[in-house]
Every structure is written in C-alpha cells, then in structure tokens.
C-alpha cells in the first residue's frame, strides 16, 4: 500500500540521517525526541487520571452515605479488572509496575520493549488509577516513555548500547515529568536503573529529562509538587531527631515492599480463579479501607502535597501510613496497572507527619512538619528501592530548600544502613 511504502521509505531515510551525525549530535538528538515524547505521554496521562478522579471519585465521595459504599466497592474493582483484562488480552508484557519491567529491557533484553506497550499500558493504568486504584503514575509513565523509545529506536536501526541508552532516557523524562525533579530523576535513573553512574547514556538522560519538564510546560504543565516551606537550624540537637525519624520511617519501606512482593508471588501461583478477578478482588480491599480513608485512593499526590506544606498532622497520620500500604499492595499484588514510586512518598510523608506530631508533644523544640515530612518521603524511597543518593537529590528539589539537606543526609543514610540487608535488589522483583 502506497502509506506502507512512505513509511518504511521515510524511517530508512531518517535512519540513514542519523548514522550520519555524530556522537555528540546523536545524544542530544535522541534526548531531546525522547524526553519530548515521554513528557507529552506523562501530560496526557496526568491530564485523564486527574479528570476521571474530579468526575467520578470525588462526586462519588459525595453522594449518600450507601450510594458512596457501593461506589468505593465496585468503581476500584472495575478499573483495576479491566485494566488487568486490557493486558492479559492485548499486550502481556505491559503488566508490572513499570521500573522492575524497564530495568529488565535494559539488563536483559538488549533495550526491547513492543511498541504495543505503551498503548496497552496507558489505558490499564488510567483505568486503575482514575477509579480509584491506590499506585502511582511514574510507572506507567517510565513504561510507556521506555516503550516509545525502544520503539523509536529499533525503527532507526541503532546500536544495542544506544538503544539501552534510548530506554533509559524515556524513562527518565517519564519520572521527572511525574514530578518536575529533573535532576532527582537523573540520579534515579543511574541509580537504580542502570547501576552504574559512570555509564555513557548520562548526557542523554539528562538532556531527556529537560525536555520532557519543558515539552509539558509548553501544554500547560504537569501537576508537580512545589511546598511552601522553609527548614531553620536549631542546633546538634536537631541532627539526633532527623535521625530518629530515619530509624522509624525505614521499615515502612521494607514492609512495603516486602509486603507487595509477597502478595505478587501468591497471586501468580494462583490458578483457581479468572486472571481479572483477583485485581477486581484488591479493588474491594481498597474501597473497604477508602471508607475510613479516602485518602489512600488514586495517586494520593493531594496528599503528598498536603505534607510537603505542613498541613498534614495528627494521629492519624500513623493510621494512614499503614492504610497506604495495605491499599498500595492490593492493588499492585493482586495485577493492578500502577507505579510503586509515589505510594512510597506517600507512606513516607504521613510517617513523618506522625513523627512530627508526636516530636511536638514531647520535646520543647520548634517542629517544622513540612521538613519532617519530606524527610519521611526521602527515607521511605531509599528503604524502598535502595536509592539513599536519589532520595537525597529528591528531598532537595522537592523542598527548594538547601538547608534541609544536612539533616535528610542523616536520615536517609541511616534508613540505608538498617535496611540494606533485607531486600537484595534495589528494585521490585518477580
């Protein structure tokens, strides 16, 4: 067909263009397309879980007390069914939360990710997230990123390395787009991803995560985190109390993750049941605890940004810590579409909104609970996914704050220290 023709035409064309720049233009060429088309996908993304929660959860939340139960009953089950079902039938490869499925394509698979992928897991995700599915969308967002440059890069016809590099900056666009932490997304990305900070994909990384922040600020932007606060010194006494924190927030992370890995391997040597039905039965689990706490449905990035301003105190905040978790893992066990990067922000930055709460009513000192809080979020990710380095830039751009930095460097590094030993990889596993 003559479309056929001009496409395959127009790709040798392009392919035979870019053998023909050098190193040096190949990087900035490919960072740029990648970071470009990874931050449009994030805005779309962001832009459809967004409405969907403003259409259907919060006018849900808002009707009688017996239609809302039925709501928080079936509305999470349904989406992360569906999605579940979407992948099962479309595109196995997709299921996942996104990192564990895009460190493997680089470790293992020679850069490869299907181009059905990305589509595939766009719709999964937005399902089980707009419906009120408790995980992130960094996941989907890396994934997808991950796919449409592997894509992009085994039509052009490059080099295995180059193509390893191709990944990694899509999903590196993918988790700064998230979050608008371009330079936390970057240490991630070498961190975790490619666990090696030496590695030659660096100037592509990093000029991919700019341009997916400015390809979303030209749409309008992303919903990214910008807390209103500031961190005073107090003296030595305050580096003993970040640490405490650090101590109590580490193994939320490890029971996290612990938790999530557990629940996956008893679902996938499940047989009993339909495939979709154990999604839709995590569905349930997260609508019972939605009754008591809502907050735990969807992203929980209003949450998050309620902590990162201070205004997120109690005692419940212990409560929602747990909450989370529980909602985090039955959904992302059971088959759910969803990333595990944001719950962990959110179980951090409740767990240190409690330690606040309670730093308050026992020492006669000042207590910042945005800085506690953030705090809590870096320690969380670094018990989480073993990233102390990233979780450390993290804290930083998300607290545009340099004075916080000495106290998280406390914290995250002795929730590294007590908890590197219980998990062997930095990422989740299967």
């Known amino acids: 067909m003559p479309w056929r023709r001009w496409y395959h035409d127009s790709v040798d064309g392009l392919a035979a263009m870019a053998r023909e720049l050098t190193l040096n233009q190949q990087t900035i060429v490919v960072g740029v397309i990648v970071g470009g088309a990874s931050g449009l996908a994030?805005?779309?993304?962001?832009?459809?879980?967004?409405?969907?929660?403003?259409?259907?959860?919060?006018?849900?939340?808002?009707?009688?007390?017996?239609?809302?139960?039925?709501?928080?009953?079936?509305?999470?089950?349904?989406?992360?069914?569906?999605?579940?079902?979407?992948?099962?039938?479309?595109?196995?490869?997709?299921k996942g939360h996104g990192v564990?499925?895009?460190?493997?394509?680089?470790?293992?698979?020679?850069?490869?990710?299907?181009?059905?992928?990305?589509?595939?897991?766009?719709?999964?995700?937005?399902?089980?997230?707009?419906?009120?599915?408790?995980?992130?969308?960094?996941?989907?967002?890396?994934?997808?990123?991950?796919?449409?440059?592997?894509?992009l890069g085994r039509r052009l016809k490059v080099s295995t390395p180059n193509l390893k590099m191709l990944v990694a900056a899509g999903a590196c666009s993918g988790l700064a787009v998230s979050f608008g932490v371009p330079l936390a997304s970057v240490f991630f990305t070498m961190e975790v991803l490619l666990r090696d900070f030496a590695n030659e994909a660096f100037p592509a990384v990093v000029i991919a995560a700019v341009s997916g922040i400015a390809t979303t600020a030209v749409f309008g932007g992303a919903a990214h985190f910008n807390p209103n606060t500031s961190y005073a010194w107090n003296g030595p006494w305050d580096l003993f109390v970040y640490a405490a924190l650090g101590l109590l927030c580490a193994p939320f992370g490890v029971l996290y993750m612990s938790l999530l890995g557990r629940v996956e391997a008893g679902v996938q040597s499940a047989k009993r049941f339909p495939f979709w039905l154990y999604p839709a039965l995590g569905g349930v689990v997260v609508g019972i605890l939605a009754l008591a706490f809502p907050e735990v449905m969807g992203t929980g990035q209003d949450t998050i940004r309620t902590a990162l301003d201070g205004r997120l105190s109690g005692w419940r905040c212990g409560a929602l810590t747990l909450a989370k978790i529980a909602a985090t893992v039955a959904t992302l066990g059971s088959g759910g579409s969803g990333g595990a990067f944001m719950p962990a922000l959110f179980i951090g930055g409740a767990a240190g909104s409690a330690w606040a709460t309670l730093a308050g009513a026992l020492l006669p000192l000042p207590v910042p609970r945005?800085?506690?809080?953030?705090?809590?979020?870096?320690?969380?990710?670094?018990?989480?996914?073993?990233?102390?380095?990233?979780?450390?830039?993290?804290?930083?751009?998300?607290?545009?704050?340099?004075?916080?930095?000495?106290?998280?460097?406390?914290?995250?590094?002795?929730?590294?220290?007590?908890?590197?030993?219980?998990?062997?990889?930095?990422?989740?596993?299967?």
């Not at 962001?46 to 139960?69: E, K, N, S």
């Not at 349904?78 to 479309?90: E, P, Q, S, V």
């Open 42 to 94: 994030a805005f779309l993304f962001d832009g459809l879980t967004r409405w969907a929660g403003v259409r259907l959860i919060d006018r849900m939340l808002a009707l009688a007390p017996h239609w809302r139960t039925l709501g928080l009953l079936l509305l999470p089950a349904a989406g992360a069914g569906l999605g579940a079902y979407l992948i099962k039938t479309f595109s196995p490869e997709a």
């Open 100 to 151: 564990n499925e895009v460190y493997r394509a680089i470790q293992e698979s020679e850069g490869r990710i299907s181009g059905r992928v990305a589509v595939v897991k766009f719709a999964a995700s937005a399902l089980t997230i707009g419906l009120g599915g408790s995980a992130g969308r960094e996941g989907p967002v890396i994934h997808i990123g991950g796919s449409v440059a592997s894509w």
């Open 370 to 430: 945005a800085a506690f809080a953030i705090t809590g979020m870096a320690c969380a990710v670094t018990s989480a996914f073993k990233a102390p380095v990233t979780s450390m830039i993290l804290a930083l751009e998300l607290s545009r704050d340099y004075g916080i930095l000495m106290p998280v460097m406390i914290a995250c590094i002795l929730a590294h220290l007590v908890t590197r030993d219980h998990r062997p990889a930095p990422i989740i596993t299967r």
